[in-house]
C-alpha cells in the first residue's frame, strides 16, 4: 500500500525567510508526486509534480521541491514566504506504474508571519 | 487545467436525510473521483465514477450509502444516504486526465453539516 507523511501539523515563518514543508513517502515502484495548496473555504489548488527527469521541480506561485529517491522525500521549498502563503499544503503520491489512485498525506498547516 | 464546480457549497441536513451533490465541468473527462475531508483531516477517496460503468468503490464506503452517477463526461453526482453527524464533512469533486503522471483538478467542495 502507498502512504504520505507529512511530520509537520504546522509550519511557522517569518515572512521574507525561506520556508520547507516536508514530506516522505512509500510506494511500490517509482512514484508520481505532488503537492497541493488548500485556502481556506477553497478546493486544493495544483502546484507542482515530480514525473521524471529532473529533482528540482518549480511550480507556481515561487514554490519548488526537491525528489529524493534515497530519502523517499519530495520537501517543497519557497526562497522567500509571504504572508499570502498562509494555507494547507498536502503532498500526495501515485504509483508510476498500473492502477494507482492518489494517496494524500494528512496536510501541513504553513503560518507566515508579517 | 479543468473548471469544476459543486453545488450546493454548503448544507445543513437532519440526521436520516440524504444530500445529492453534484459536480459539473468545462471539459469531457474520462475519470472524476469523490473525496471526502472529514473536520482537520487529509481527503480520503470515496470512489471512482467512469462514464459508462459502475463507480468504483474504495474500502470502508459502499454503494447503498454513496450512490454516484456519473450519465456523461461533464458530469456526475454524489449521494450521500442516511445521514448521520459522522457524515459532516467536506465533500471534494475531482477530474483526472486518466494518464498517471497528470495531476487532478479539484472542485471548491460542498460542506455537509448533519445535525
Known amino acids: 500500500a502507498q502512504s504520505v507523511a507529512q511530520p509537520e501539523d504546522q509550519v511557522n515563518v517569518a515572512e521574507g525567510n525561506p520556508l520547507t514543508v516536508k514530506c516522505t513517502y512509500s510506494?511500490?515502484?517509482?512514484?508520481?508526486l505532488f503537492w497541493y495548496v488548500q485556502y481556506p473555504n477553497r478546493g486544493l489548488q495544483f502546484l507542482l509534480k515530480?514525473?521524471?527527469?529532473?529533482?528540482l521541480v518549480k511550480g507556481s506561485y515561487g514554490f519548488e521541491a526537491e525528489f529524493n529517491k534515497s530519502q523517499t522525500s519530495f520537501h517543497l521549498k519557497k526562497p522567500s514566504a509571504l504572508v499570502s502563503d498562509s494555507a494547507l499544503y498536502f503532498c500526495?503520491?501515485?504509483?508510476?506504474?498500473?492502477?494507482?489512485?492518489?494517496?494524500f498525506g494528512k496536510g501541513t498547516m504553513l503560518l507566515v508571519s508579517p | 487545467s479543468a473548471v469544476i464546480s459543486q453545488k450546493p457549497s454548503r448544507d445543513i441536513c437532519q440526521r436520516g436525510t440524504s444530500l445529492t451533490i453534484q459536480c459539473q465541468v468545462d471539459?469531457?473527462?474520462?475519470?472524476m473521483f469523490w473525496y471526502r475531508q472529514q473536520p482537520g483531516q487529509s481527503l480520503t477517496l470515496i470512489a471512482t465514477?467512469?462514464?459508462?460503468?459502475?463507480?468504483?468503490?474504495e474500502s470502508g464506503f459502499v454503494i447503498d450509502k454513496f450512490p454516484i452517477s456519473r450519465p456523461n463526461l461533464t458530469f456526475s453526482t454524489l449521494t450521500v444516504s442516511n445521514l448521520s453527524p459522522e457524515d459532516s464533512s467536506i465533500y471534494l469533486c475531482?477530474?483526472?486526465?486518466?494518464?498517471?503522471?497528470?495531476?487532478?483538478?479539484f472542485g471548491p467542495g460542498t460542506r455537509l453539516t448533519v445535525l
Open positions: 475531482s477530474v483526472g486526465s486518466g494518464r498517471q503522471g497528470n495531476e487532478q483538478f
Open positions: 510506494v511500490s515502484g517509482n512514484p508520481y
Open positions: 515530480y514525473i521524471t527527469g529532473d529533482n
Open positions: 500526495a503520491v501515485r504509483a508510476n506504474s498500473g492502477y494507482s489512485t492518489l494517496t
Open positions: 471539459s469531457q473527462v474520462t475519470m
Open positions: 465514477a467512469n462514464q459508462g460503468s459502475e463507480a468504483t468503490y
